[in-house]
C-alpha cells in the first residue's frame, strides 16, 4: 500500500498570508494526486485534482503542483474561510490512501 | 444535482452489528465506482472499502476485512457497508464517495453529508 505523509500537521497564518503544504508519498504515484479541503463537521470538498488542477469553482489562489512523490499545495492569499483542514490523496491505486491531514489555523 | 446520502449511524455495542446505506441520485450510479470513508473523531480521514460499478471488485482496509461488508444494489441507486463484530475503534463518521474519471484521472467527488456510528456500551 502507498503511505502518504502531509507536512506540517498544522499552521498557523494571517489572513493575507501565502501558505504552502506538502505531501509525498511512499512511492512514485506520477500525477495521481488529490487535494481536500474539510471544515468542522462537514464532508471533505475536492479542490484539486491530478496535482495540479483546479477544480470548478474553487478560487484561484488554490494551485497544486508536483509529480512522482512530492507534492504540494499553495494558497497565495488566505482568507477568513479558508482555515479548515486539508487532506492530500493518492489515486494511483487501491486503497487510495489520505495522507493524515494539516489543520490550518488562525494566527 | 448529483447527491449521496447516507442513512444507518447510530449506538450499537461492541459485538454488534449495524448497516449503512447510501443513496444515489442526479447520476447513472451503476457507472460508478463507490467508497466508504470513515473518520474517527478528531482524527483524519480513512478509506475503508471500494466497489467497482458492476460490484464484481472489491477491496478492504485491513482493520475491517472480515468485519465489513461492502455491497451495492445499482436498482435502487444504493450502497451499503454491512458492519459486523464492531468494535470501540470504529467509533467514526462514515463517508460514501463516488470516484469520478477524467481524462485518466481520478478523485473523490461527491462525498455524502456522513452518518456517526457510535459503537459504546
Known amino acids: 500500500d502507498i503511505q502518504m505523509t502531509q507536512s506540517p500537521s498544522s499552521l498557523s497564518a494571517s489572513v493575507g498570508d501565502r501558505v504552502t503544504i506538502t505531501c509525498r508519498a511512499s512511492?512514485?504515484?506520477?500525477?495521481?494526486l488529490n487535494w481536500y479541503q474539510q471544515k468542522p463537521g462537514k464532508a471533505p470538498k475536492l479542490l484539486i485534482y491530478a496535482a495540479s488542477s483546479l477544480q470548478s469553482g474553487v478560487p484561484s489562489r488554490f494551485s497544486g503542483s508536483g509529480s512522482g512523490t512530492d507534492f504540494t499545495l499553495t494558497i497565495s492569499s488566505l482568507q477568513p474561510e479558508d482555515f479548515a483542514t486539508y487532506y492530500c490523496?493518492?489515486?494511483?491505486?487501491?486503497?487510495?490512501?489520505f495522507g493524515q491531514g494539516t489543520r490550518l489555523e488562525i494566527k | 444535482e448529483v447527491q449521496l446520502v447516507e442513512s444507518g449511524g447510530g449506538l450499537v455495542q461492541p459485538g454488534g452489528s449495524l448497516r449503512l446505506s447510501c443513496a444515489a441520485s442526479?447520476?447513472?450510479?451503476?457507472?460508478?465506482?463507490m467508497n466508504w470513508v470513515r473518520q474517527a473523531p478528531g482524527k483524519g480521514l480513512e478509506w475503508v472499502s471500494y466497489?467497482?460499478?458492476?460490484?464484481?471488485?472489491?477491496y478492504y482496509a485491513d482493520s475491517v476485512k472480515g468485519r465489513f461488508t461492502i455491497s451495492r444494489d445499482n436498482a435502487k441507486n444504493s450502497l451499503y457497508l454491512q458492519m459486523n463484530s464492531l468494535r470501540a475503534e470504529d467509533t467514526a463518521v462514515y463517508y460514501c464517495?463516488?470516484?469520478?474519471?477524467?481524462?485518466?484521472?481520478?478523485?473523490?467527488?461527491?462525498w455524502g453529508q456522513g452518518t456517526l456510528v457510535t459503537v459504546s456500551s
Open positions: 464517495a463516488r470516484i469520478t474519471w477524467y481524462s485518466g484521472e481520478n478523485w473523490f467527488d461527491p
Open positions: 466497489i467497482s460499478s458492476s460490484g464484481s471488485t472489491i
Open positions: 490523496q493518492q489515486s494511483y491505486s487501491t486503497p487510495r490512501s
Open positions: 442526479g447520476f447513472t450510479f451503476s457507472s460508478y465506482e
Open positions: 512511492q512514485s504515484i506520477s500525477s495521481y
